[in-house]
């Protein structure tokens, strides 16, 4: 890795992530700062920055992968967040998890649904309540 | 499904995986046509045509899904020369595979890589044939 | 697949899981309904009414594979209830969860059972408060 | 585990999985003696002959975990002949794949019809061979 | 099996698991008594307590099995418990996690620290109880 | 990561893996030198590096996380010869594929228990054939 991967990391992860990445460092503080490291400087400082995908490609990618796998609902939950952050539409995502449930079975696709629902009512929610407070 | 998927899916299939789908679909001939049928109809036909992501998006997708997964060699391998025959840049197909190491292993990715080299080398190996024979 | 497929879809799906697929096919009744077709029409209308498997064989089947995959607890919890339903017996669940930590593990096994115990006492639980009010 | 497992599983993996079962025990026989000794005495001897569930039962399922786990060609390939020699009809089987299509994706279907049909073919081969000699 | 695995198996499974193996087998009492007893007498009355590994070596295996599978959450959290009971250290443990990113991916690790990092606080919380009551 | 990574990494590489991993990196050179680099700088420059696991822990952990998730034969080839090289005895392989088999399933542990085989009779080979050449 090349210096300066911890800044340009930081930058990613709150860019891609907001304050739901920050959080997951800060939750690795006490038992495995490095781990947060590795996480900042290596999964966003390096291969999140690389040329040849955008960031809407990358988050894409991610959340079916997650939904795919099926074991990661955490990461799932931030990744799509993260999707929506960087421009990625509802549309696509729909469809990325209706496309895998080919690949990796209906019950993938359909907790990968519902995981999108929820984080959508979520964002209204907010959308409406910063409306209320306008 | 509405009628027409059969037709479409067959159109589909073909525009995407090109003989290495239709040999996928003669396979299960004797076996079980019905589910060669479901590839087609519903896989194809109703499935990979949907509006909202491009066939590109859906190839890169399916690549990466089936690298993560892990156990879909056969598949995988059709889907790199699809995912190369709609579009998708070689530097996509590897820099999925990259981004994929961060959240299905290096092993994943790894596989995942040969089996794109294994590919972009068998079509080089066809071009060259090619321009040798013209 | 043929016309017709909606309307035995939708009875074959109100037969095996009653209540609950319906609230699953509603769940996606905003975000994206036409999974939910999908599910219908091809998972129930098409694959579950093919001949050649018992309902209870298909369920047994469907109970045993999501338990081994381990990564779908929702969808579990649903086809142990539908099992039940159709007419597999609690013995016959129970010896495949057992049968399977062969295959994929005591874990899997466990949960599995664990899945299963949960909603039986929700039927023993049921069953008593209807002989209650009688 | 009672006494007499040794001898009742030898019987049960005999007649369930013919010279194959035999094969993997004797592989073992230098590396790791013990874990014949328990697939023998544990998976034979005391699971697969509970009471419960019909041996066409526990094949069945077994050759459905196997394709849906999708990292277990060996034993997928075993059991497929061993479902087939305690009675499981080519039919039940190749339901049984279609079936779990919806549940584990459709390569895994599909890896598991092409085990199948090679397993079909290599048995009508030796029937075809047998009934010329005869 | 030998004679004797039942009482060897409920020895082990008390020291490695304490009260929490206990409750494990208790849950099954109704359901599945049998497979209770093939925990104590297989996996812990036999494999568990087979030479060549330590049980500190045997936990942190499990341990960092589970973790990468990912579908085995009570299990984790119960072996998490006895990896610290038998004597493996928490940098073990939280050393095992960061090498299994490389392997099973970053999420898997993560949710595998997590899960730790709330075992570590238990016990933090039962020792500090301890020490005030005392 | 700190500087040097990359000749810590290397020489770890080699130390662990000898000539299958320079292979491995060597097979990268084309189509993605940095994934190469990464595995280097990062899975080994960094992570196989830290202090608070033995080398023969960590490849220990490896393989039976390999052996575990039954996706990545030419990864497990290649950690079972790295286990070997750094210490680990055949004892404690064999015993950590018995000790999975409980979580991971009998498939599981039977195809790492036949992949570390053929390891070990590739090394009595060389070592016989070392012997007659002496």
């Known amino acids: 890795m ?5 800044e340009r990391g930081r930058d990613r992860l709150s860019a ?8 997951v460092i800060e939750s690795l503080a006490e038992i495995c700062p490095d781990f947060g490291r590795y996480i900042t400087e ?11 995908l955008t960031p809407q490609q990358r988050e894409l990618l991610i959340v079916a992968t997650l939904a795919a796998l099926g074991n990661a609902q955490p990461q799932l939950n931030v990744h799509l ?9 509802r549309t696509e995502i729909v469809e990325a998890m209706i496309q ?3 690949y990796a079975g209906f019950p ?19 959308a409406s309540a910063r409306a209320q407070s306008a």
């Open 16 to 23: 891609v992530t907001g304050a739901r990445g920050e959080q």
């Open 108 to 126: 993938a696709a359909l907790n990968g649904l519902w995981a999108a629902k929820a984080v959508f009512e979520q964002q209204d929610l907010a």
């Open 42 to 52: 290596f999964a966003y400082g390096e291969i999140h920055l690389r040329p040849g």
């Open 81 to 89: 967040a993260a999707a929506l952050k960087v421009g990625v539409s």
């Open 100 to 102: 895998l449930s080919v």
């Open 2 to 6: 090349e210096n300066g991967n911890a």
